[in-house]
């Protein structure tokens, strides 16, 4: 049944009805009721297309995620995207994703986007320093969260983990094992979350008194490939090192094939540890020591921040979230290993 139809049964006005259907002040609280009841009773829902018009919202949130990336098959991300996207449909509002292909001129693609009237809102990933994409988004004052703290906008709206304090704990893990030798394969190296978790690591090296050695310092994709290729550059050292920090689980288990390929016995001669606590950690062989945080209730964070923006609401715009150490195999080598 429409809203004319609606007002017809009712005896009232359209504007009326859509007034009181939309929790306008202006309405007679009885009329209020009246109308509520009513719809109720005869099963009246709104077109939701018809309240997007008549708000002028689109109701959706988007985001942009690279074409050439695994972020689709994250099991980290797919969390966060999940519980964005519920939080924002429990408000009537929808996820919208798109993607960009490296071919793409990057602030075309957001402006592009932002300005086509699908969207009210935009999470930002993989977030970089001066990232150009928030610098543009604040010149058009158009609201978006950040998924990863910017170091060029302290002052942003954005939900992240303490990546930082999580690999300082990490390193100081292996360090009170013994080890000195600690690679460390990151994340590209623009992205913030990596610069955080570098600095997390050399902090606890220098508090050893150790200075962080660069050839033990690599930055690549996170998938296994790229570790792979990392891992077999740093055990190929003359002085290799006894355990190997990993920028999430992925590449832990990219690490694992590399070090069974040259004859180590991870968990055994190498130590190894990942990031993310994805589900095929606590299985593979041996299960891998882990950083795991609430990658759904990140999603539901961002998701709240942007809501409460887009409706004017009084909020926190910053959210960390701590990552805890999962302890299991992949690092619990012995001491004769170390030499």
């Known amino acids: 049944m429409s809203i004319k139809k609606l007002a017809e049964h009712l005896g009232l006005s359209k504007s009326t009805v859509s007034r ?18 009513a719809a109720k009773e005869i099963g009246y829902k709104p077109n939701p297309t018809a309240k997007r018009l008549a708000s002028g919202k689109s109701r959706n949130v ?12 994250s099991p980290a991300f797919s969390k966060v995207l999940a519980g964005a996207s519920a939080f924002l449909a429990r408000h009537d ?21 932002i300005e086509s009237g699908l969207i009210d809102g935009l999470f930002i990933v993989r977030t970089r320093s001066n990232d150009e994409r928030i610098a543009m988004l604040k010149q058009k004052q158009f609201p978006y969260i ?22 300082y704990q990490m390193t100081k893990r292996q360090l009170e094992h013994g080890h000195t030798r600690i690679a ?37 994709e996170l998938n296994e490939e790229d570790a792979i290729k990392m891992a077999k550059e740093v055990l190929s050292l003359a002085h290799r090192p006894t355990a190997i920090l990993c920028a ?28 993310g606590d994805y589900e095929h950690s606590r299985y593979s062989k041996p299960s891998i020591t882990t950083l795991h945080y ?13 809501l409460n923006r887009l409706e004017n609401k009084g909020f926190e715009i910053q959210n960390w979230f701590e990552a805890e150490i999962v302890s299991r195999q992949s690092d619990k080598i012995t001491n004769k290993s170390l030499t």
């Open 20 to 37: 009181a259907l939309n929790g306008y002040n202006d309405v007679n609280p009885e009329t209020r009721q009246k109308v509520l009841a």
């Open 62 to 73: 988007g985001i942009i995620l690279p074409a050439n990336s695994r972020m689709f098959v």
């Open 93 to 113: 509002y929808q996820l919208i994703v798109t993607t960009i292909a490296d071919c793409q001129d990057e602030n075309k693609v957001y402006s592009d986007f």
């Open 146 to 167: 950040c998924h990863g703290y910017d170091i060029g906008f302290e002052e942003d709206c954005f939900v992240d983990v303490d990546n930082e304090h999580a690999f």
């Open 184 to 220: 460390f394969l990151d994340a590209p190296i623009e992205l913030t979350l990596s610069q955080a978790r570098k600095r997390g690591y050399v902090k606890a090296m220098e508090e050893a008194g150790l200075c962080a050695d660069d050839r033990l310092l690599l930055n690549g």
């Open 248 to 275: 999430d689980d992925t590449m832990a288990l990219g690490t694992i094939a590399a070090c069974e390929e040259l004859g180590y016995q991870p968990g055994v001669d190498i130590a190894i540890a990942g990031y």
């Open 294 to 306: 609430d990658t759904h209730s990140v999603g539901e964070e961002m998701a709240k921040l942007m």
